[in-house]
């Protein structure tokens, strides 16, 4: 079973970062969805499980307790996860192997229709499992098929239809959003893709800024050119790597204005590859007034996913492009600032200014 954010070499109900979130969380919603397994315990838990959850690396995921059991795993005593699960977690999951097992995807009627609930229950429901409509859903699952198919070495063309697409046009008007790239070129490992970049002085340091030629895709802070060069080329192994100075000067200027001078910046264009998730909390983070904050609460609300406060701080620690999606106006609920990249103090810093 594939779903939001899926993980390509595993097939757990949700992918392994939805599925992490939601055992950290203990979220009763999930049980049922997929399993918890513990390599040092050899047991398997719901995700609701009361134990003290284990360390992230000893951590595997199933999409059903056969599956763990088949593995080697034992069924957790104090969860006893092969008793009956809630109707919800049942429901959300015959809906996403329904979405999954189809050519093209659902309507909310026709699954309305189909498995005997209202659209308005069954939206609701499948929002508050998964943090995703069932047509967000269908998206980040054709587009989960869509890369399985290229890195399995089918053709562009073949592989566009074989995820599900109705035409080749309708996939690369996507394939920014979910590839960061044109099929084709994402089948080549992102091989043939083109970034420009300098590195300039900040208030906070060192700055580099990479992007192509339909925006800006790296920021990054750091001390030492060579060691931001490095982690850029780590970043993008396969494209072609160049410095421009001039040619990326337009958007340093852009970024510098915002981070030094305090100056309101149009939406520059980015080309970052990114999940659907994550583009959904990265968009509503560019709606955030400048001089103002959100907590992770209330931006996990504001997209429809309440319960995905946890994984709305991942997403913020992944955005490539600080300042430019401002992640540092999301603090904790508590009112203390939360998590930044590149330290409190910057973030702390960042804030002062723009509310000054």
Not at 241 to 257: C, N
Not at 265 to 273: A, G, H, V
């Amino acid at each position: 079973m594939v779903a939001l954010l899926q993980s390509e070499t595993s097939a757990p109900a949700l992918s392994e970062e939805a599925c992490w979130q939601a055992a950290v969380q203990k979220r009763q919603s999930a049980d049922g969805l997929f399993y918890t397994a513990v390599l040092t315990t050899g047991i398997y838990c719901r995700p609701s499980c009361p134990s003290r959850t284990p360390l992230r690396k000893n951590v595997r995921f199933f999409p059903t307790a056969d599956a763990a059991e088949a593995a080697g795993f034992r069924a957790c005593k104090r969860c006893r996860p092969r008793d009956p699960v809630r109707s919800d977690a049942r429901l959300v999951r015959a809906i996403c192997r329904r979405i999954e097992e189809a050519v093209e995807a659902p309507t909310l009627a026709a699954l309305s229709t189909e498995f005997g609930v209202s659209r308005f229950h069954l939206q609701r429901t499948f929002k508050k499992v998964t943090g995703l409509s069932p047509k967000a859903y269908a998206s980040s699952h054709r587009a989960t098929r869509l890369r399985r198919a290229l890195r399995n070495g089918r053709g562009a063309t073949d592989a566009v239809f074989a995820a599900g697409f109705a035409s080749t046009s309708r996939a690369y008007e996507s394939a920014p959003d979910v590839l960061g790239m044109t099929p084709g070129r994402y089948g080549r490992g992102g091989e043939g893709m083109a970034l420009s970049f300098t590195v300039a002085t900040s208030s906070f340091g060192r700055m580099l800024v990479a992007a192509t030629e339909r925006g800006v895709s790296t920021l990054i802070f750091g001390n030492d050119d060579a060691a931001l060069e490095a982690e850029l080329r780590a970043e993008f192994p396969r494209a072609s790597i160049r410095r421009d100075d001039a040619g990326t000067r337009r958007w340093v200027e852009a970024v510098l204005a915002s981070v030094d001078r305090g100056v309101e910046q149009p939406q520059l264009p980015l080309d970052i590859r990114t999940t659907a998730f994550r583009a959904r909390v990265w968009a509503e983070l560019r709606r955030i007034p400048r001089g103002e904050t959100r907590t992770y609460g209330e931006v996990a609300r504001a997209i429809g996913a309440p319960a995905a406060a946890r994984a709305v701080g991942n997403a913020c620690n992944a955005n490539p492009v600080p300042v430019i999606v401002p992640c540092h106006r999301v603090v904790a609920g508590d009112g203390t600032l939360g998590g930044f990249r590149y330290g409190l103090a910057r973030k702390r810093e960042l804030l002062s200014r723009e509310r000054s």
